[in-house]
């Protein structure tokens, strides 16, 4: 019987998940980054590339999948979020770079971090020291719309731990195909090499954006908070 309603709902849902992806453009960071090698950012940008093309290919098999393949719908399904969130993090990642490496301190990401670890220079070490954690990943600073708090995570490959409700703000990839050419094993250089190129600009936007609960509102209230966000709020929790 279970099977039967899955196909039934595999075959409802199909056309609708042919939506294709497309590559985005990030070679102007290689003019913007000098000091990261040109050859290990067009390798980079084709293993991102490889990832939108097999979030297009796995939707492709969706749609052409025959009503009795369940078991190849819940592989496919699986994989999807490894592939899109290889994806995605990887549009956060470059989009996030390309600046001049300079937060301002009237900013409200500024404000922000200050107010948890009352200065940038404890922020960023341990955001850096959350770089240094063993083996492949990501390092996100997020933003906890309920708590109304920062927090610098690591992220294991692409899909385990993730943040569930958080907004990325920064983004870091910490894949060795990232800065093994050029780097070799030296992270702390390449983590060093990457924040002299964070454009704070769009880390700030996406602050500003990011929505927020109605907890958070009354926390804020209670410090006299005078940042101004855009006011996304979300339903509060029970």
């Excluded at 989009?95 to 940038?120: E, H, R």
């Excluded at 983590?191 to 009354?218: C, H, L, Q």
Aim: glycine letters at 6%.
């Amino acid at each position: 019987m279970n099977r039967i309603i899955l196909s039934l709902v595999v075959s409802c849902i199909f056309p609708l998940l042919a939506v294709e992806y497309k590559v985005r453009d990030y070679k102007y960071l290689i003019e913007k980054m000098p000091k990261i090698d040109s050859g290990l950012q067009e390798i980079h940008f084709k293993l991102y590339e490889g990832y939108v093309n097999q979030v297009n290919l796995l939707n492709k098999l969706l749609e052409n999948m025959g009503a009795d393949s369940a078991f190849t719908f819940q592989a496919i399904k699986r994989q999807m979020g490894w592939e899109f969130d290889g994806m995605v993090l990887h549009e956060l990642f470059f989009s996030n770079l390309g600046g001049d490496g300079k937060l301002s301190p009237n900013s409200v990401t500024s404000k922000k971090i200050k107010q948890q670890w009352g200065s940038y220079e404890k922020w960023m070490e341990e955001f850096k020291e959350t770089c240094n954690e063993r083996g492949i990943g990501w390092t996100i600073l997020y933003y906890d719309p309920d708590k109304d708090l920062l927090i610098n995570a690591w992220i294991s490959e692409h899909s385990t731990g993730l943040f569930a409700t958080a907004t990325p703000l920064l983004v870091v990839d910490l894949w060795e195909h990232a800065y093994l050419c050029q780097f070799k094993t030296d992270r702390n250089k390449y983590v060093d090499t990457v924040f002299e190129y964070i454009d704070w600009g769009v880390v700030n936007d996406r602050m500003k954006n990011a929505p927020f609960s109605s907890r958070a509102k009354e926390l804020r209230k209670e410090r006299g908070d005078q940042m101004s966000l855009v006011e996304k709020t979300l339903p509060a929790k029970s």
